[in-house]
């Protein structure tokens, strides 16, 4: 259990010190922030057009960070001969793909918050569409702060503590984005889209599945052959129940339909579109399938995995 632990938190930190893991976070972030900016053109529908293209780009992000986070720690390892060495100490192959695992999922919460967060802020601003439309523009400050504080934060933990800027950063960011939308939710309660908390959480669960089928991809290749495979059973997963969700009384399909992962329970548009409420059975649903799918995958990526030799 202690290797577990020791392992998931390593697997965590190497994740959130990445490059990309920063870069990824602000760019989506500033783009959903100016997001008005696109939507200020349609025909009096900002709001919704603002959600589409947020969630579209938490659940495309949340996808990128995970196969990458995943490649990187898993392929990248296997590659630099580092996953040798460690497993020669006295760590067993399915604790160090569950450590890897735990250390990308737990990854995933320090995208979705501040994404999330700012595209509450963001549909509480408003939209200036017409004339008479109400835009609330000292919230640009809450946005605005947060990112600005953290790489001050960062800046100066990197310069006199000698802290790694990345990982603070991100530290620094997710907190000051969660003060800042706890407190304009304070200071207008009831105005804020909270529901959309739930939605995102869906992202992140969507961003869970996909960790241990890339761990499997970047047992067998390099980072880029694991990417492009991720991606492709990405695509499938969205496009399965359109396919052959009506072709299920068929033999073969009956095989294969459960084997591929089913991205499209994760995308909850109908919460957001037409405000519907998310049951707890159907949430329950969802981690239950995330949890299940997530373990089988696990189990076979160390079979695979454990008659392999590593130089």
Known sequence: MRSLTVLSHISFQVCIRQPFFSLIIVVAYLFILSSPAFAMFTMLNAAQLIQDMSMGTILMVVMAVSVLGTSSIIAGEVEEKTAALMLSKPVSRITFLTGKFF???????????????????????GVPEAAYSQVNYP??????????????VAAGASYYADRHFASTFIYSFNV?????????????????????????????LAGVLIVPISAIFSLQGSVL????????????????????????????????????PNFQIYWVEEVWTKGEKLTG??????????????????FLGWSLWENRELS
């Open 139 to 152: 919230t640009l400050w809450f946005e605005l702060l947060p990112l600005a504080g953290a790489v001050v």
């Open 176 to 204: 000051m984005v969660l003060i800042s939308l706890i407190v304009l939710y304070l200071l207008n309660k009831g105005a804020l889209k909270m529901e959309l908390l739930q939605v995102v959480l869906f992202m992140w």
């Open 225 to 260: 052959f694991t990417l492009l495979l991720s991606f492709f059973v990405f695509i499938a997963g969205l496009t399965v129940s359109y396919f052959l969700g009506d072709m299920t009384d068929r033999p073969l399909i009956r095989i294969i339909y459960p084997l591929i």
């Open 103 to 125: 250390g990308v999922a737990l990854s995933l919460f320090l995208v979705v918050l501040p994404l999330a967060s700012v595209l509450i802020m963001t549909l509480f601003m």
């Open 281 to 298: 059975s159907y949430i329950w649903d969802a981690v239950k399938y995330t949890a299940i799918y997530c373990t089988a995958m696990l």
